[in-house]
Nanobody
Framework: QVRLVESGGGLVQTGGSLRLSCEAS????????MGWYRQSLGKERELVAS???????VYGNSLEGRFTISNDNAKHTVYLQMNSLKPEDTAVYYC??????????????WGQGTRVTVSS
């Protein structure tokens, strides 16, 4: 059974930093990529950043530069370093793991979400 455990959310002032962590367990040899999405009130869930086990990264919506995603494959963990936080970064951040089964079948798994609140 795949399980994603997130940590690191909380309340921070504008301009501050937070680091999110997400550890995966279960069928870990099938992990293709891990990443973070976020969803704020009244908006759709959006990609923050993702990283493959090979280290290829994708960032959403001009977040690269303030946000940095990294991983530790040995620990099956992905990190999101968030700097220069703004009130508009306030959201629930969800860890995502994309598993690959066979040559062409992928399945997404989600964490329970961790709340990030940036006060002005």
């Amino acid at each position: 059974q795949v399980r994603l455990v997130e940590s690191g959310g909380g309340l921070v002032q504008t301009g501050g930093s937070l680091r999110l962590s997400c550890e995966a367990s279960g069928s870990i040899s099938s992990i293709h990529a891990m990443g973070w999405y976020r969803q704020s009130l009244g908006k759709e869930r959006e990609l923050v950043a993702s990283i493959t086990t090979g280290g290829l990264t994708v960032y959403g919506n001009s977040l690269e530069g303030r946000f940095t995603i990294s991983n530790d494959n040995a620990k099956h963990t992905v990190y999101l370093q968030m700097n220069s936080l703004k009130p508009e970064d306030t959201a629930v951040y969800y860890c995502n793991a994309q598993y690959r089964y066979g040559s062409n079948y992928y399945r997404d798994y989600w964490g329970q979400g961790t709340r990030v609140t940036v006060s002005s």
